[in-house]
């Protein structure tokens, strides 16, 4: 019979941010897989975990999974964790959830902290709807897309941001963005947690030398996005209006209920310049 894989949410920062439940799976599973030894070493020390580990990181992922999948399969248990928070999310983990999910291994998530919903419900942001984009691309020409999407984005829009590229991308926002409302995250649950509010050219003169992870959350674009057809009436003449809408079988009186709803303006106002 396989063994369980859990994915197991850390602290990300405040070593008293996780759950009994975790405590008690790292205590008792076969491995735990970590992305980075020695900061896992410091919180199993913390609580006294003395659970065998190995690395599981972005450049072993791929040949790392084959053994781990292969323990599994021999009935082991094998606890997942990330740097800091839940796995898999901007981590690594991906590659070994979809393969244990291949190999009918059950995959089991042990809830806990998470920067980037910590980071929303203190940002003041709308909430109801949200979007995460990880970190941006490198590569010019995905990174140029995923800011358009952004600058289009009707939801809240959230980014992660290491140190020393914060600057660029607060620039790269910069131009797209105009005046909406930013909010940075950085240093969650430590004790130099802090949220910065502004706009992008506010925020880049208050960074000069910024230190720790980062989490960048956007305004929604408030601006409805027209679609062709909305655009197109708005570019007609009242005559193209008329036979536009004369055309579909309306009655003149619809006709101007209609070009008075388009145009934004009243009923009244439309009749008159057709009497006119």
Do not use: W
């Not at 980075?36 to 065998?52: F, M, V, W």
């Not at 972005?58 to 021999?74: A, P, S, T």
């Not at 980037?116 to 490198?138: H, M, P, Q, R, W």
Request: hydrophobic share 35%.
């Amino acid at each position: 019979m396989s063994g369980n894989l859990y994915l197991v949410a850390t602290p990300i920062g405040n070593l008293e941010d996780i759950t009994f439940r975790a405590i008690r799976l790292l205590k008792e599973v076969d491995l735990i897989a970590a992305e980075d030894t020695r900061q896992t070493l410091k919180l199993l020390n913390h609580y006294d975990i003395k659970t065998p580990f190995i690395s599981y990181h972005r450049h072993n992922e791929d040949v790392r999974q084959e053994e781990l999948i292969q323990k599994l399969k021999e009935g082991k248990n094998i606890a997942l964790v990330s740097d800091a928070g839940t796995p898999v999310i901007s981590d690594p983990g991906e590659v070994i959830v979809k393969e244990a999910i291949k190999e009918k291994i059950k995959v089991i998530p042990i809830p806990g902290a998470c920067a980037l919903i910590n980071a929303l419900i203190a940002s003041g942001l709308d909430t109801k709807e949200f979007v995460f984009y990880g970190f941006l691309s490198l590569n010019k020409k995905l990174r140029k897309e995923q800011l358009g999407r952004i600058q289009k984005e009707n939801k809240t829009a959230i980014l992660y941001e290491a140190p020393h590229k914060l600057k660029q991308t607060l620039k790269d926002l910069e131009e797209i963005l105009e005046n909406r409302q930013i909010v940075i995250a950085r240093e969650l649950t430590k004790i130099h947690e802090e949220f910065l509010r502004g706009t992008t050219s506010e925020l880049i003169e208050k960074y000069q030398e910024p230190k720790g992870e980062h989490i960048i959350l956007i305004e929604a674009n408030q601006e409805k996005e027209q679609t062709k057809e909305e655009k197109m009436k708005k570019e007609m003449t009242l005559e193209e209006h008329y036979t536009y809408y004369e055309k579909q079988g309306f009655t003149k009186n619809e006709i101007i209920k209609k070009i008075a709803k388009d145009k934004g303006v009243s009923k009244n106002e439309i009749y008159q310049k057709f009497i006119n």
